[in-house]
């Protein structure tokens, strides 16, 4: 499932076509673009020299912690961290992540990279959520 174009909530981020990028410098924790009713979706980083993290969730209020799903750290370093360590990565690299029966899967390509279980999963989908955190920052 490619990253869609419309139904998307903003914070802080401006929209141009399929890439999101940060709008105003605030704080860290600040700038997210949200999409309700995900089952999956395929994205790609951007740059690899700003923080993001990307997440699906169940709940639409979680912070960039993500309590209530499941989600990838990409520091600025070129290394995406996760609940099953580290690796790297590039913009040309793109990850999956989608759910069944309350299990959220990410793969880097075609290697998955971690699964986890997300907390009070409904049958309609989850949220994804990606916070912006590097005033350059964005994803596709």
Same mark, same amino acid.
């Given at each position: 499932?490619?990253?869609?174009? $419309? +139904?998307?909530?903003?914070? %802080?981020?401006?929209?141009?076509?399929?890439?999101?990028?940060?709008?105003?410098?605030?704080?860290?924790? %600040?700038?997210?673009?949200l999409l309700r009713d995900v089952t999956g979706i395929?994205?790609?980083?951007?740059?690899?020299?700003?923080?993001?993290? !990307? *997440?699906?969730?169940? %709940?639409? =209020? %979680?912070?960039?912690?993500?309590?209530?799903?499941?989600? !990838?750290?990409?520091?600025?370093? /070129?290394?995406?961290? @996760?609940?099953?360590?580290?690796? /790297?990565?590039? $913009? =040309?690299?793109?990850? $999956?992540?989608?759910?069944?029966?309350?299990?959220?899967?990410?793969?880097? @390509?075609?290697?998955?990279?971690?699964?986890?279980?997300?907390? *009070?999963? @409904?049958?309609? *989908?989850? !949220?994804?959520?990606?916070?912006?955190? *590097?005033?350059?920052? +964005? !994803?596709?």
């Amino acid at each position: 499932v490619a990253v869609e174009l $419309t +139904g998307w909530e903003l914070q %802080d981020v401006a929209q141009n076509g399929s890439e999101f990028r940060k709008s105003v410098r605030t704080s860290p924790a %600040d700038s997210y673009a949200l999409l309700r009713d995900v089952t999956g979706i395929s994205f790609r980083p951007l740059e690899d020299t700003s923080t993001l993290r !990307i *997440g699906l969730t169940a %709940d639409e =209020n %979680d912070d960039e912690m993500f309590p209530n799903g499941c989600h !990838i750290l990409f520091r600025p370093n /070129g290394t995406a961290a @996760g609940d099953s360590g580290d690796i /790297g990565y590039s $913009t =040309n690299d793109t990850f $999956t992540m989608y759910f069944v029966t309350g299990d959220v899967t990410i793969m880097h @390509g075609s290697t998955m990279f971690m699964s986890c279980t997300a907390v *009070g999963v @409904g049958l309609s *989908g989850l !949220i994804f959520k990606a916070f912006v955190e *590097g005033y350059l920052a +964005g !994803i596709e």
